[in-house]
């Protein structure tokens, strides 16, 4: 029998305008955007014609295929219409997941969010007055009780906080203000490149400030400093090393050491502390990770970090430090180009009313760091069972690590119980694959050619959702 013509295979293809006609999209035209429509039916019959045309169907694939097309424009349709932005349940181990969004919000905080998203409010209006007003005052106030609390009420009342988009903001608005046109000196050892490619000597260049390095990768001393000051010197910059550690031959001058040059000087010390805690780490059983008080009581004269890290709020940058320097970075014409909405201050006020009445189970990753290892193995003892009778699916329970991450506490790792998985006939990456293709998706990880999932970083109520997850991914034998 003669094989069919590419182009007898393209005439029996309907147009766009004979396939919406069609009874079954007929309703559906009814009630969804037609243009939208329109533009599904062109994408399935365009892909059929690029199918035909790569020779891949043949005269019965093509006339299943135009039989069923009805139904796979509904699926287009449903899949170009659909949020792109969707919940998954986190179960690496990895609180402050940069790819996953960073610090999930606590309920308070996505209520205040509804609370103030749905109607006007008063972000830049002063009540009392009825004139206009300052948009951060809703969260100064807060920061200076918080403050008031480790360094006293006198520190505090010196202090002032203000918002931007996110911590490499932050830096670029302080470094502008206050360098820009002079030198900024920072020891070599610190000129770190984090996610996104930001590096420290790029946002010097674009901030107007010139870059004086000093010292060496792993040893730079308080006399490093003293050497390259000069009449054009208008800031010492301590950065955090967010991502790595340097071990071994080291030296570095110590947080005090710096203040105190920069004072004998005049010269101000800013930190780029990156994360920043408003809370004990050492109750999270992390060590040697400095907080935004620590670096404060030492007397840096501005610090810069990060709303979604360890603050557990959202993505914001702050800028805490005197005063005087805050003001005058607030009359910088950047800042209004790097300031936050109404949403972020929202989310931001609830997070650290959280803070200010102690109650740091409200802050989700705060929660999950503090979280014990018995926790989350009572967790995934439970989970086993309704696993067991999983067909092909052999499950482990095993001893494991989480870690901050965010460029958090790079050092530090907490004890966790891991679920590990394996499939008789499916490799561990293409069941991770199948994971994340499942609603919602699961985003786990691959340790020793098993799958494991951490529950540290699984909400409670996500727990039933894992199971039903692996127990659908999981191939019949």
Do not use: C
Not at 302 to 324: C, E, F, H, N, W
Not at 412 to 420: G, S, Y
Request: hydrophobic share 45%.
């Amino acid at each position: 029998m003669k094989a069919t013509s590419k182009p007898e295979l393209f005439r029996k293809l309907p147009s766009v305008d004979e396939l919406l006609r069609r009874a079954e999209l007929a309703a559906v035209a009814a009630r969804e955007s037609r243009t939208a429509l329109t533009d599904a039916a062109r994408r399935v019959l365009e892909h059929l014609r690029q199918e035909i045309q790569a020779g891949r169907m043949k005269t019965t694939d093509v006339e299943l295929a135009v039989s069923g097309l009805p139904s796979a424009v509904k699926t287009e349709l449903r899949r170009a219409t659909a949020f792109s932005l969707q919940p998954v349940i986190n179960a690496t181990g990895v609180i402050l997941h940069t790819n996953l969004g960073r610090a999930p919000l606590g309920r308070n905080a996505v209520e205040h969010i509804g609370e103030i998203a749905a109607v006007y409010s008063n972000l830049e209006l002063d009540l009392a007055s009825g004139n206009r007003g300052k948009r951060d005052v809703h969260v100064d106030g807060l920061f200076q009780t918080l403050f008031a609390k480790e360094l006293g009420a006198e520190k505090a009342a010196s202090l002032s906080t203000i918002v931007v988009n996110n911590n490499a903001a932050a830096v670029w608005l302080a470094l502008n203000t206050l360098a820009a046109g002079g030198e900024v000196i920072v020891s070599r050892g610190e000129l770190v490149e984090i996610g996104g490619s930001f590096r420290i000597p790029d946002v010097m260049a674009q901030s107007n400030g010139i870059l004086r390095e000093v010292g060496t990768t792993n040893r730079t001393r308080i006399s490093d400093y003293e050497r390259v000051i000069t009449d054009k010197t208008r800031l010492l910059l301590r950065v955090h090393r967010s991502n790595f550690q340097i071990t071994g031959f080291t030296e570095q001058p110590a947080l005090e050491e710096l203040v105190s040059l920069g004072q004998s000087r005049s010269i101000p010390v800013v930190e780029d502390l990156g994360s920043g805690a408003l809370f004990d780490l050492r109750s999270a059983g992390i060590r040697d990770e400095a907080g935004v008080s620590d670096s404060l009581r030492a007397g840096v004269d501005v610090i810069t970090y990060s709303g979604d890290k360890l603050l557990g709020g959202p993505q914001a940058g702050m800028l805490t430090g005197r005063a005087d320097l805050m003001a005058r970075m607030r009359a910088n014409s950047l800042f209004r180009a790097l300031r936050v909405d109404k949403l972020t201050y929202s989310a931001l006020e609830a997070t650290l009313l959280a803070y200010v009445k102690e109650d740091y189970e409200a802050i989700p990753a705060v929660h999950m760091m503090r979280l014990s290892k018995a926790a989350i193995a009572a967790r995934v003892e439970a989970a086993v069972p309704s696993l067991k009778g999983t067909p092909g699916l052999a499950i482990e329970v095993i001893d494991g690590e989480s870690v901050v991450g965010g460029g958090a506490a790079p050092s530090a790792v907490l004890p966790t119980r891991l679920l590990a998985l394996s499939s008789h006939g499916v490799s561990a990456d293409s069941l991770l694959e199948r994971l994340r293709a499942h609603k919602p998706p699961v985003v786990a990880r691959v340790e020793n050619d098993r799958v494991v999932l951490d529950l540290r970083t699984v909400f409670p109520e996500q727990d039933q959702g894992l199971v039903d997850a692996i127990r659908a991914v999981v191939p019949a034998n």
